[in-house]
């Protein structure tokens, strides 16, 4: 059981990218998914969720430039980022608070936007 990232890298500041969380084990369609994110030094922060209905929500620093959505026949949740700005630089994980015990994350991805 665990949650992949992958689409992360470098990526000038206005440019996009999207992140993909996916997840083997379980069905992602069955539970809310989270993304996070972290700069050495702070504390991980929520950047947006969905639940497992498909409601959807987002940190105040990037309502209007990221979105998530899900396939639930790929399994996967996504978060397409636009407009990225510098302070976007940071660990994304994907996390599934309600999978277990104790949840599920996953083992994250670096996003470095360049000024």
Do not use: H
Not at 41 to 46: F, L, P, Q, Y
Request: hydrophobic share 30%; net charge neutral; charged share 15%.
């Amino acid at each position: 059981v665990q949650l992949v990232e992958s689409g992360g890298g470098l990526v000038q500041a206005g440019g996009s990218l999207r992140l993909s969380c996916v997840a083997s084990g379980f069905t992602t369609e069955d539970y809310a998914i989270g993304w996070y994110r972290q700069v050495p030094g702070k504390e991980r922060e929520g950047v947006s969720s969905i639940s497992s209905g498909g409601r959807t929500n987002y940190a105040d620093s990037v309502k209007g430039r990221f979105t998530i959505s899900r396939d639930n026949a790929k399994n996967t949740v996504y978060l397409q980022m636009n407009s990225l700005k510098p302070e976007d630089t940071a660990v994304y994980y994907c996390n599934a608070p309600y999978y277990g015990s104790s949840g599920l994350w996953g083992q994250g991805i670096q996003v470095t936007v360049s000024s």
